[in-house]
């Protein structure tokens, strides 16, 4: 099945380029009270595997306004694999993206491999990953729609993040040309090439546009700025607006927020785009994070909370 920007079906969404009122509605709905800073991003819990219903309503309230929540619990570097699958189960997130490096359990341990052929990928590395959303090579049908980073012990250096919105990416590059949300939505944007194992196709093909509509209406993004691995369409609409994009990824808008995560802390969120600095395991201590993916988008978090 291959990768669509927009639903079959008439479906009442703001993301349509054509239809500029329920654009400009949701715009300013969205921005007003918008967070100014990580610290907004932050909520407090004690138990994140059950979190209490005031904890649950700070983090919710933070999703729902930004697609992303930052907890802060007291389990420190407990290595518990049900303290993310706890907590993201709490808001929708359930069907698990059992992807072929990861854990029994589901979930992927993010740490330097010093062996085997998790070495050969740079999540299992110590270097720098540059901005993007999850799983974008994955198949039409397996879109990685929520995304959870739980922190059981933080590098001795670095291992920061930059987190931006993928809902306010659209409005940046909307409003700086319309034409660019349209360019992005084409259906051969951004090409995937086969992964390959001992000469067999491990992973297909997969092309497909940058921004997509759900059919129910919610934005999707699948991308990233790396240069290997990725064939970018030649068309000049496309190219000004990935440009763009770079642009507003490499500046220091203040819709960007940064920060690490250490022990007890974690990202839940609607993947949004991302990146991460490189990182110096030592006595200090040895970078381990759990990642959840999650084929569902958390709960309670799409556009009907603006009621279009």
Not at 187 to 207: L, Y
Not at 236 to 256: G, N, V
């Amino acid at each position: 099945m291959p990768l669509s920007a927009i639903p079959s079906k008439p479906v009442i969404t703001p993301f349509l380029p054509s239809d500029e009122m329920q654009y400009q509605e949701w715009r300013e709905r969205k921005l007003t009270g918008y967070p100014k800073s990580i610290n907004d991003l932050l909520v407090s819990v004690k138990e994140p595997r059950s979190l209490t219903g005031h904890e649950k309503a700070a983090i919710q309230k933070r999703l729902e306004k930004a697609n992303m929540a930052i907890y802060i619990s007291e389990t420190g570097s407990d290595p518990d694999p049900q303290i993310p699958l706890s907590l993201g189960n709490q808001f929708g997130a359930k069907s698990l993206n059992h992807n072929w490096l990861s854990d029994d359990t589901g979930l992927t341990s993010l740490k330097v491999a010093a062996e085997g052929v998790r070495q050969q990928y740079i999540p299992y590395s110590n270097r720098a990953i540059k901005w993007h959303t999850d799983g974008y090579y994955n198949r039409a049908e397996e879109q990685i729609h929520s995304l959870l980073l739980h922190c059981v012990e933080s590098a001795g250096q670095g291992g920061e993040n930059a987190l931006l919105d993928h809902e306010i990416a659209y409005i940046l590059l909307r409003d700086q040309n319309p034409d660019f949300i349209t360019a992005l939505m084409g259906p051969e944007v951004m090409t995937i090439p086969p992964r390959m194992n001992q000469g067999e196709i491990a992973r297909q093909e997969e092309t497909g546009p940058v921004l997509s509509i759900m059919p129910c209406g919610n934005l999707h993004m699948r991308y990233t700025i790396r240069t290997r691995h990725v064939i970018w369409s030649e068309d000049p609409a496309t190219r000004a607006a990935l440009d763009a994009l770079t642009e507003i990824l490499q500046s220091d808008s203040p819709y960007i927020f940064r920060g690490r995560l250490e022990a007890g802390m974690g990202l839940i969120s609607n993947n949004i785009l991302h990146d991460r600095t490189a990182f110096t395991d030592d006595e200090q201590g040895v970078r381990h994070l759990y990642r959840a993916r999650y084929y569902d988008r958390l709960q309670g978090t799409g556009i009907e909370q603006y009621a279009l």
